[in-house]
């Protein structure tokens, strides 16, 4: 496979022998999140982690980077840890696991039948082939901004010597953010045209990865797209993109997704 003859294109096909067509180093991000643990049918379509993972790395470029968001089923009273045992994979295949970053769900679903608390979260682990290439860091607005502190102070956390001393003042007007990232889930409008599919993720969480860990004109993978959503925001910001998906249905919503994106007026 030619990749000028599919890039911006979503395929329909199992992802790991679409993966098998790329070139090696090809691409700058892959943004996904997989089927885990049976917790959904998804059509009765299947796939194989460790071929998948194996795949990734190889098309993955030096410098580039791996989303990997996924979270955990409940099995006979125990979390399964299948989020844990796949980034644990992907370093032993010679990634590094950069960021366990998490995805916070600002609507969970109560889960008020169950001896524990309801879970509002799913990992979002970023891995990368050797040094992160691409950091384009998103900030928040600092609470404080402007202030002029007197007694407040920072630690140094350079190597060696950490101690307390330097002082903020006055506050920035931003600060880079942190790892836990919090969306509402299925409520926005742009979110609305995706809801056919069982588990998309917003499109928000799609573009603050992509601007993240990527710049315009880079490659966005999505080897397992369901509604497409990485495909479209990657669209939007100008990159390029990619993507497979083994059920027609959901291939087909996907495509229609990036018609929709073509078709608005300029």
Same mark, same amino acid.
């Given at each position: ?6 890039? *911006? ?16 180093? #090809? ?28 795949? +990734? ?25 299948? /989020? ?7 370093? &032993?295949? !010679? ?8 995805? +916070? @769900?600002?609507?969970? #679903?109560? $889960? ?27 900030? =928040?607005?600092?609470?404080?901004? !402007? %202030?002029?502190?007197?007694? =407040? =102070?920072?630690?140094?956390? /350079? ?9 903020? &003042?006055?506050?920035?007007?931003? %600060? ?8 509402? #889930? ?8 995706? %809801? ?8 928000? +969480? ?5 601007? &993240?860990?990527? *710049?315009?004109?880079?490659? #966005? ?5 369901? /509604? ?13 993109? +990619? !993507? ?10 996907? %495509? $229609?997704?990036? &018609?929709?994106?073509?078709? @608005?007026?300029?």
């Amino acid at each position: 496979m030619i990749l000028t003859t599919v890039v *911006n294109q979503i395929k329909q096909g199992d992802c790991v022998a679409l993966l098998g067509g790329l070139s090696d180093n #090809v691409v700058d991000l892959t943004l996904t999140s997989p089927p885990y643990d049976q917790l959904r049918k998804y059509g009765g379509d299947t796939f194989d982690f460790e071929s998948l993972a194996r795949e +990734l790395y190889r098309v993955t470029k030096p410098g580039g980077v791996i989303v990997w968001i996924v979270a955990d089923a409940t099995v006979n009273g125990s979390e399964t840890g299948t /989020s844990f045992k796949q980034a644990l994979f992907f370093q &032993s295949l !010679g990634l590094n696991l950069h960021d366990t970053m998490v995805f +916070l @769900k600002r609507n969970p #679903v109560p $889960q008020i039948y169950r001896k524990r608390y309801t879970n509002e979260f799913e990992y979002m682990f970023v891995l990368s082939k050797g040094p992160v290439r691409v950091h384009n860091p998103l900030t =928040t607005p600092c609470l404080h901004a !402007g %202030k002029e502190l007197v007694g =407040t =102070t920072y630690k140094n956390y /350079s190597a060696g010597n950490q101690k307390r001393g330097k002082k903020a &003042s006055p506050v920035r007007a931003e %600060k880079q953010r942190g790892n836990v990232w919090a969306y509402v #889930v299925g409520k926005n409008k742009e979110d609305q045209e995706a %809801k056919s599919h069982p588990a998309p993720f917003p499109m928000a +969480l799609a573009r603050d990865h992509i601007l &993240s860990w990527s *710049n315009p004109g880079d490659l #966005v993978l999505d080897p397992l797209c369901g /509604s497409g959503t990485t495909c479209k925001a990657a669209s939007q910001l100008g990159r390029k993109f +990619l !993507g497979f998906e083994i059920n027609t249905d959901y291939c087909s919503l996907a %495509k $229609q997704r990036l &018609s929709y994106e073509e078709a @608005k007026p300029e």
